[in-house]
């Protein structure tokens, strides 16, 4: 669990630093300094210093969860690409190869007997060009994302002029 919300944790464990910081400062501010009067501190029942320590604690968790996000849609993008360099191999080379066997058929000497045979071997190699420049054309998944997040902004400020309107 630690290992999938690293940086929630790490928001949580900054938050409960910030505020014994706050409790050690505060203990502090009188020129002494006692174990005692630190645990106080960290308990105070001050309705202020619980206030201010807790939004501590909300805006860094806040910050950790924002940071788990970027970090989950990075590592979507990395899986996404993985992905798609594999389909292009899986597709591309064989592809390649069936147009390269249509070709060597269509030139070797008394083959094919048949206007329909050099038919069918011209359409293998048509289709089989389809689909090689079917996977050169798709996209990378950073131009997909980027193209999401434009309309998302699209949509939120279209959204906000009509509220306003």
């Known amino acids: 669990m630690f290992r999938w ?3 929630i944790w790490f928001g949580v464990a900054m938050g409960i630093c910030m505020w014994m910081l ?4 505060h203990t502090t501010q009188h020129n ?3 174990w005692s009067a ?3 501190e ?3 029942n001050d309705s202020n210093s619980l206030i201010f320590r807790s939004m501590f604690v909300i805006v860094s968790i806040g910050l950790g969860s924002s940071l788990w996000r970027s970090n989950q ?3 979507q993008i990395t899986h996404i690409q993985s992905l798609l360099s594999a389909l292009r191999r899986q597709i591309g080379n064989p592809s ?3 147009v390269e066997y249509a070709q ?3 030139l070797r000497e008394g083959w094919p007997v048949g206007r329909d045979s050099i038919q069918i071997i011209q359409e293998i190699q048509a289709n089989a060009q389809k689909i090689t420049n079917a996977v050169e054309c798709l996209p990378s998944p950073l131009t997909v994302l980027e193209e999401a997040e434009t309309r998302t902004v699209k949509a939120t400020r279209e959204e906000v002029s009509v509220h306003d309107r």
């Open 42 to 44: 960290i308990g105070a």
């Open 96 to 98: 390649l190869l069936i």
């Open 38 to 40: 630190f645990g106080q």
């Open 5 to 7: 919300y690293k940086e």
């Open 32 to 34: 002494e300094f006692t």
């Open 104 to 106: 060597m058929l269509h």
């Open 73 to 75: 849609r990075r590592n």
């Open 22 to 25: 706050d409790a050690l400062m």
